[in-house]
């Protein structure tokens, strides 16, 4: 039995090794650089200060599938092809600025959450914009694949990759809007939650113009 099995399999598969030793390197890579302060996980903590974590889920939910998009362009060397067309470049970069300084204004004016029916929300289509357009995801997830390898095939090592980092990219997300709504339970004066959400704008915006500076 096991050998028809065996003998239904293509070669490169049967190949395959997979170094269960380099996930942990890996996994503390991707914490370290994918988990650090950027426009997206700041702004899911803002998200989850002004409007709460059940408000923010199809905000969050199209983070994670806009990160998991390039997650994927980077495992299959798109993400390499695009961005060596400069136009395309500079239209991904406009775009996430442009969402970015539409969301920290909006951030920034939002109300304590006990006055917040009536405030909108970041959507999920904002999500997966910010999630694609993201500049600090290009570089940290393709910093992260080359970190270190998890199976003896470019084909398995890259399925390995998405598979363990998407997970991460779930937990990561998660955290940070979890964070952000630990302050929302301590914002209903109206003073404390107008100096969050302006300092959490104003971070939203620096991460961003560092993201692209570097």
Not at 156 to 167: R, Y
């Given at each position: 039995?096991?050998?028809?099995?065996?003998?239904?399999?293509?070669?490169?598969?049967?190949?395959?090794?997979?170094?269960?030793?380099?996930?942990?390197?890996?996994?503390?890579?991707?914490?370290?650089?994918?988990?650090?302060?950027?426009?997206?996980?700041?702004?899911?903590?803002?998200?989850?200060?002004?409007?709460?974590?059940?408000?923010?889920?199809?905000?969050?939910?199209?983070?994670?599938?806009?990160?998991?998009?390039?997650?994927?362009?980077?495992?299959?060397?798109?993400?390499?092809?695009?961005?060596?067309?400069?136009?395309l470049r500079t239209v991904l970069v406009v775009l996430s600025v442009a969402y970015i300084l539409w969301l920290a204004y909006h951030i920034a004016t939002a109300s304590p959450p006990s006055d917040q029916p009536a405030a909108a929300a970041p959507s999920l289509t904002g999500g997966v914009l910010l999630g694609v357009a993201n500049p600090k995801a290009w570089v940290a997830i393709a910093a992260v694949f080359a970190s270190t390898r998890l199976a003896s095939t470019a084909t398995?090592?890259?399925?390995?990759?998405?598979?363990?980092?998407?997970?991460?990219?779930?937990?990561?997300?998660?955290?940070?809007?979890?964070?952000g709504a630990c302050f929302a339970a301590t914002l209903h004066d109206p003073f404390r939650a107008r100096v969050v959400n302006l300092t959490l704008a104003?971070?939203?915006?620096?991460?961003?113009?560092l993201a692209i500076l570097h």
């Open positions: 039995m096991h050998r028809s099995i065996a003998a239904a399999l293509p070669a490169p598969l049967l190949a395959t090794t997979i170094r269960w030793g380099s996930i942990w390197p890996l996994l503390v890579t991707a914490l370290a650089i994918m988990g650090s302060p950027g426009p997206a996980t700041i702004s899911l903590t803002a998200a989850g200060s002004a409007y709460g974590v059940r408000r923010s889920l199809g905000y969050l939910t199209g983070i994670v599938a806009g990160t998991v998009v390039v997650l994927v362009a980077v495992a299959t060397g798109i993400t390499a092809a695009l961005l060596a067309v400069p136009v398995a090592d890259a399925a390995a990759k998405v598979a363990v980092l998407s997970l991460v990219v779930v937990l990561i997300m998660a955290a940070w809007l979890l964070a104003a971070a939203l915006v620096a991460a961003t113009a």
